[in-house]
């Protein structure tokens, strides 16, 4: 299943990306969004492709995020892979062109968008089911797609 264990039910909370943008000049020529972390990890958003789901999380369930979870910001790109959505963030910058991330420099897809994922929970895998119907149940994931 996508994210395994590492998929999070907490309520992030901080400025919309858009809000973001509003307290800065962005370049006229600008199309891209470059953002860096404490650990050196670098990640690309274009512009055009933010929306109010767009969150740079600064608190976690109502208290300020913690180290582990991205202290002092982490951007939430719903949707999305974790590889876009960085942690520790320190630096926006813009560009007029794309500087990709370090996955999408080893190959990864820029745009990251999570594709649907199935799980089976039933029959169990490897079952021996006797003649008949057949009861089938289990989840799918699909990102913000319904």
């Not at 600008?30 to 990640?43: I, R």
């Not at 202290?71 to 790109?77: D, Q």
């Given at each position: 299943m996508i994210g395994g264990t590492l998929i999070s039910n907490g309520i992030g909370q901080?400025?919309?990306?858009?809000?973001?943008?509003?307290?800065?000049?962005?370049?006229?020529?600008?199309?891209?969004?470059?953002?860096?972390?404490?650990?050196?990890?670098?990640?690309?958003?274009?512009?055009?492709?933010?929306?109010?789901?767009?969150?740079?999380?600064?608190?976690?369930?109502?208290?300020?995020?913690?180290?582990?979870?991205?202290?002092?910001?982490?951007?939430?790109?719903?949707?999305?892979?974790?590889?876009?959505?960085?942690?520790?963030v320190t630096r926006i910058r813009f560009a007029s062109v794309d500087q990709p991330g370090y996955w999408e420099s080893n190959g990864w897809d820029e745009p990251a968008i999570v594709q649907t994922v199935p799980r089976t929970d039933a029959p169990a895998d490897g079952a021996a089911r006797p003649a008949g119907a057949v009861r089938f149940a289990g989840i799918a994931f699909a990102g913000s797609r319904r």
């Open positions: 901080g400025p919309r990306g858009a809000d973001v943008l509003a307290l800065t000049t962005v370049p006229s020529d600008a199309v891209w969004m470059l953002m860096e972390s404490t650990d050196g990890y670098t990640e690309s958003f274009r512009l055009a492709d933010l929306t109010a789901d767009h969150l740079l999380v600064t608190h976690l369930n109502g208290s300020p995020l913690p180290p582990q979870h991205g202290y002092p910001a982490r951007f939430i790109f719903p949707g999305h892979y974790g590889m876009k959505q960085p942690q520790w």
